[in-house]
C-alpha cells in the first residue's frame, strides 16, 4: 500500500492511469502473500491442516486468475502510458488504447469462464489421473 501511495503521489495520475496500476499493484501483492502463506512449514504440523490447505488451494487458484487478468490489463496501461508521453501518434492513440482495452477484456472474460466451468464441472479427468490420455476438441 504504501508503493501505491507513492507511485499516486509521484505521478499526480488520477482516472484509468492510476487505477490500472493500483489494481495491477494489489494482485501482485496477493500474489506474493499466497506464495508466502505456501511456504509456511507451519501447514505440515498444525492442527487445522485440511481447512488451511483447502483455504490455500482457494487463493492459488484466485492468484492464478487474477494475475492472467491483470498481466493483461498490463497493455492498455501501457498504451495510455504511451499516449500521455507522446510515444504515440496523437491520431493513433485512442485506437492503439481501444484495442489493448479490448484484447484485455477477452483474456479476462475467457479465463473467468474458465474457472467458472472448472467450478461447475470440476477439473478434468487427465488433470486428476495421469494415466487416461487427454481428449481435446
Known amino acids: 500500500l504504501l508503493l501505491l501511495r507513492y507511485h499516486w503521489l509521484a505521478t499526480e495520475a488520477g482516472g484509468a492511469l492510476f487505477a490500472r496500476l493500483a489494481v495491477i499493484e494489489a ?21 487445522g491442516r485440511g481447512l488451511g490447505l483447502n483455504v490455500l488451494e482457494y487463493a492459488g487458484r484466485v492468484r492464478l486468475l487474477s494475475s492472467a487478468i491483470s498481466w493483461s490489463w498490463m497493455m492498455p496501461w501501457a498504451a ?27 483474456v479476462a472474460v475467457y479465463f473467468a469462464l474458465r474457472e467458472v466451468c472448472v467450478l461447475l464441472r470440476g477439473e478434468p479427468p487427465s488433470a486428476l489421473d495421469a494415466s487416461i490420455t487427454p481428449r481435446f476438441g
Open 27 to 47: 494482485c501482485l501483492a496477493f500474489e506474493s502473500i499466497t506464495l508466502a502463506a505456501g511456504d509456511l512449514s507451519c501447514w505440515a504440523k498444525c492442527r
Open 80 to 106: 495510455e502510458l504511451g499516449c500521455r508521453c507522446a510515444a504515440e501518434v496523437p491520431e493513433k492513440g485512442p485506437l492503439v488504447l481501444g484495442q489493448a482495452e479490448a484484447l484485455a477484456n477477452f
